[in-house]
Structures are given as C-alpha cells and as structure tokens.
C-alpha cells in the first residue's frame, strides 16, 4: 500500500552562525533572550544564502568562510497552536570583516559559554553547554 496522497507540513528550517572569538560566541540580543545570528531558511531558498542573507541583514557583515557543523531536531510549541518540528541549521562561519558588526543596527554581543543560558532555540543551547554539536556528532535528533 502506498504513501497517503495528503502532504505533510514538514519542519520549519533556520540556520545558524556559530561566529567564535577566542573563547566567546557572537549572540543577537531579543527581549528576554539571546539567539545566535540567523533564522528562517525561505521556502525555495538554499541555508547557506538564507544564512548570507540573515548576517548581512542583522550585523551589516558578509562570509569569508562557511563550514557545516551540526543539525539539530526539535519541537517547538507556540500558545494555541499544535507543536511542530523545527531543523537548525549550524555553520561555523568567519566573518569577512569582524569590525563591521561593531555598528550593526542588531543588538549583540560576545558571550562566553556560561553565559549562553539565555539563547533559543533551547536545544541548541543545551548542545552547546552538554559540548554535543560539533562535526563530530553532526545530527542531534528530537523525539516527540
């Protein structure tokens, strides 16, 4: 017996830049919270210009080099809607100028790994802090 014919809504997909200087990690300030620097992947759209185009909107800065590191599953739950799945993205990424981000319009700021206890998505924060995301161990998948 084949597939159903009805599709599936499928995961939502952002990507994320792991930005590294000596022993702190370049975050994005929210109200409430810190996120690295990307987001949403577009519908069409490769990660890796969804990546480009979210550092250059949010720190004014372009990619001089790009490496993939890991893949994290996770569900994601929003008041009054049915939770879904959510697939990150993360790339190791240097800057093409570090020295442009110092004016960007986004908030941000370095931090160092114990102070990361704000940042979403929360199983990224919890990958990094357990050390578990890294070429190494590249999928950390979620069960419902």
Avoid at 18 to 44: K, N
Avoid at 61 to 68: N, P, S
Avoid at 95 to 117: C, G, M, P, T, Y
Wanted: contains cysteine.
């Amino acid at each position: 017996m084949g597939e159903p014919d009805t599709p599936a809504n499928g995961p939502r997909v952002r990507v994320y830049a792991l930005i590294r200087q000596i022993d702190r990690l370049l975050v994005v300030e929210y109200p409430g919270h810190d996120a690295l620097p990307g987001g949403t992947v577009r519908a069409g759209e490769p990660v890796e210009q969804a990546l480009r185009r979210t550092l250059l909107d949010q720190l004014g800065a372009t990619i001089a080099e790009l490496d993939f590191c890991a893949v994290v599953e996770h569900g994601t739950s929003v008041p009054g809607e049915p939770s879904t799945s959510e697939m990150v993205f993360l790339c190791d990424v240097t800057l093409a100028d570090a020295d442009v981000v110092i004016d960007s319009a986004q908030s941000h700021r370095w931090a160092s790994e114990k102070e990361i206890s704000a940042l979403r998505p929360q199983a990224v924060r919890d990958g990094r802090i357990a050390g578990t995301l890294s070429v190494e161990h590249p999928w950390r998948a979620w069960t419902p």
